[in-house]
C-alpha cells in the first residue's frame, strides 16, 4: 500500500479508473441513468474495488463521513487512510468540502457531479469550474490557516455532457496554488456504446492509465 499522500492518491485514480474501465458499456450507461443506480454502484462496487486493490478496509458513514478507507492489517488500532464524501450535485458540495476539511487523514477525496467543463463552449449557461474551485479553495485556505493539513485534497467530477460522453474530471485541492493541481481528464467514455467507439475509448484511456502508473512510480 501506497504511504505518502501523493502516491496515495495516484494509486487511488488508477484503481478507479480500472474500476471503470472494467464495465462492459451497456451496464455503464444503466448505472448512470439515475441517481439511485449510480450511488449504489459507488457505494456497493466501485469503491469497495478501490479499497481492495489498495489493501484497505472499506467502511461507510464511520465518523459521519460517507465512505472511509482503512489500515486494518496491524495488531494496533486501525488506522484512517482515506476518507471520501459524495455529493450528486457540485453546487451543493460545499458541506461535503468542509466535513473532508475537518478529518486528519493522508487523503481526502471528494466525488460530485456538475457541468463542469468552462473553457469549451459545452454548456448554454457555461461550466461551473472556476466558480466552485475558487470558492473550494477558499474554504480549504480558512481551514489550512487554522491547522496545517500535510495531505492531499483530491476531487473526482462527472460530467455528462450533451452528447452522451461521460467525463471525469480530476485535481488536487491545493490551498496553495492559483489553480487546481493537476487539472485533467481522468477518463472519458460514451454513455451509449457501440463496438467501434468502444474499442476506441478504451484505447485512449488505458493511455491514460499508463500515465496515471508512470506518475505513481515516481
Known amino acids: 500500500m501506497e504511504t505518502s499522500p501523493q502516491a496515495l492518491w495516484a494509486a487511488f485514480q488508477r484503481s478507479f479508473c480500472a474500476a471503470i474501465l472494467s464495465l462492459e458499456g451497456i451496464r455503464l450507461a444503466e448505472i448512470w441513468a439515475t441517481q439511485y443506480s449510480r450511488t449504489t454502484f459507488c457505494a456497493d462496487e466501485l469503491l469497495k474495488s478501490v479499497a481492495k486493490d489498495l489493501e484497505l478496509d472499506f467502511r461507510r ?29 457540485a453546487t451543493c458540495a460545499d458541506q461535503e468540502v468542509k466535513t473532508l476539511c475537518c478529518l486528519a487523514a493522508p487523503l481526502k477525496v471528494l466525488i460530485t457531479v456538475g457541468e463542469w ?34 495531505g492531499v485534497f483530491g476531487v473526482l467530477v462527472r460530467e455528462s455532457d450533451p452528447d452522451g460522453v461521460l467525463r471525469f474530471h480530476a485535481f488536487e485541492l491545493d490551498a496553495g496554488t492559483p489553480s487546481p493541481v493537476g487539472d ?18 478504451k484505447t485512449q484511456n488505458n493511455a491514460r492509465l499508463t500515465d496515471l502508473q508512470n506518475v505513481g512510480a515516481v
Request: aromatic share 10%; with cysteine; glycine share 2%.
Open 117 to 150: 467543463e468552462d473553457v469549451i463552449p459545452r454548456w448554454r449557461n457555461g461550466g461551473q469550474r472556476s466558480t466552485l474551485v475558487t470558492r473550494w479553495r477558499s474554504i480549504r485556505s480558512a481551514y489550512h490557516a487554522a491547522w496545517r493539513d500535510p
Open 61 to 89: 458513514e464511520h465518523s459521519r463521513v460517507a465512505y472511509s478507507m482503512w489500515d486494518c492489517r496491524s495488531d494496533s488500532e486501525p488506522r484512517p487512510v482515506i476518507f471520501i464524501e459524495s455529493e450528486e450535485q
Open 184 to 201: 485533467r481528464v481522468l477518463l472519458e467514455l460514451p454513455t451509449v456504446v457501440s463496438p467501434i467507439a468502444r474499442t476506441v475509448f
